[in-house]
């Protein structure tokens, strides 16, 4: 089994800024993509970046030129940088990760338990 575990939400100003680090655990013999989603009161989950192995990054229309993401291969980690936060960024901030898993090298999507980030004065 794989773990993914968020930290570094909380609350914030707006115009501030926060980094959510997802620290990914388990039998993984590979760790594919992996990436940010956010979900806020009554809407859909959203992408918020996601960075594939080879260190492509893809961002959300809503985030993008805000916000960072990066990855730290060696510790299996994956970061957020969000700047200039917006009181619409409130949101449950979750880490997604596709792993092919050790054993059976299938390929599977992991989510962790999400972290709460608001944006508020």
């Known amino acids: 089994q794989v773990q993914l575990v968020e930290s570094g939400g909380g609350v914030v100003q707006p115009g501030g800024s926060l980094r959510l680090s997802c620290a990914a655990s388990?039998?993984?013999?590979?760790?594919?993509?992996m990436g940010w989603y956010r979900q806020a009161p009554g809407k859909e989950r959203e992408l918020v970046a996601r960075?594939?192995?080879?260190?492509?990054?893809t961002y959300g229309d809503s985030v993008r030129g805000r916000s960072t993401i990066s990855r730290d291969y060696a510790k299996t980690l994956v970061y957020l940088q969000m700047n200039s936060l917006k009181p619409e960024d409130t949101a449950v901030y979750y880490c997604?990760?596709?792993?092919?898993?050790?054993?059976?090298?299938?390929?599977?999507?992991?989510w962790g338990p999400g972290t709460l980030v608001t944006v508020s004065s």
């Open positions: 960075i594939l192995r080879g260190g492509s990054t």
């Open positions: 997604h990760a596709v792993v092919t898993v050790q054993g059976s090298y299938k390929d599977v999507e992991f």
């Open positions: 388990g039998s993984m013999f590979r760790i594919n993509d």
